[in-house]
């Protein structure tokens, strides 16, 4: 879907300061409306009946974000084509550490952490591991469902650098 028409959406509604974050499906809006849920269930019944979009819409506020990226997850990491830092944001997920433990860590994938603040599992997967992450990957799909999205901690920063804006 391109940017323009999700922004159309979002403009739609009433939100203000609406912008896009690359080609990733990120939406960056100011909204007086506080409660996730409530704001959830509304874009995503106007995605779904503006431009047919399915799934699940995810919500997280700047302070939730701006705290994550001052948490500083992955010190001394760098992003890079082989070495991915990532960030796996749950739709509903649980404010308190939803049970890592079972999270399948090996070759490939080196998991750094929950935080509860933000809903997200923060990992470092290794691309020079072919097939290695996708346990992970699907680990966090069978576990949580299809109400996930995994983002780069690049394009995190991006989007908090928009919110900032």
């Not at 290695?132 to 999205?149: N, Q, V």
């Amino acid at each position: 879907m391109t940017n323009d028409k999700l922004r159309a959406v979002f403009e739609g509604l009433g939100f203000a300061k609406v912008s896009s974050v690359l080609a990733s499906g990120n939406i960056v809006f100011g909204a007086d409306e506080s409660d996730v849920v409530v704001l959830e269930n509304r874009i995503q019944q106007a995605l779904h009946a503006e431009l047919g979009i399915g799934g699940a819409t995810i919500v997280r506020s700047h302070a939730e974000l701006r705290a994550l990226l001052d948490s500083d997850p992955f010190p001394g990491l760098t992003h890079a084509r082989s070495t991915y830092l990532t960030a796996t944001f749950l739709k509903d997920g649980a404010r308190s550490d939803p049970g890592m433990q079972s999270a399948p860590e090996g070759p490939g994938t080196h998991i750094v952490g929950y935080d509860p603040v933000a809903r997200v599992f923060l990992a470092v997967i290794d691309n020079s591991e072919q097939g290695k992450a996708s346990s992970f990957m699907g680990w966090l799909e069978r576990t949580y469902g299809k109400d996930i999205t995994t983002r780069t901690w690049l394009t995190v920063q991006r989007i908090v650098a928009r919110l900032e804006l």
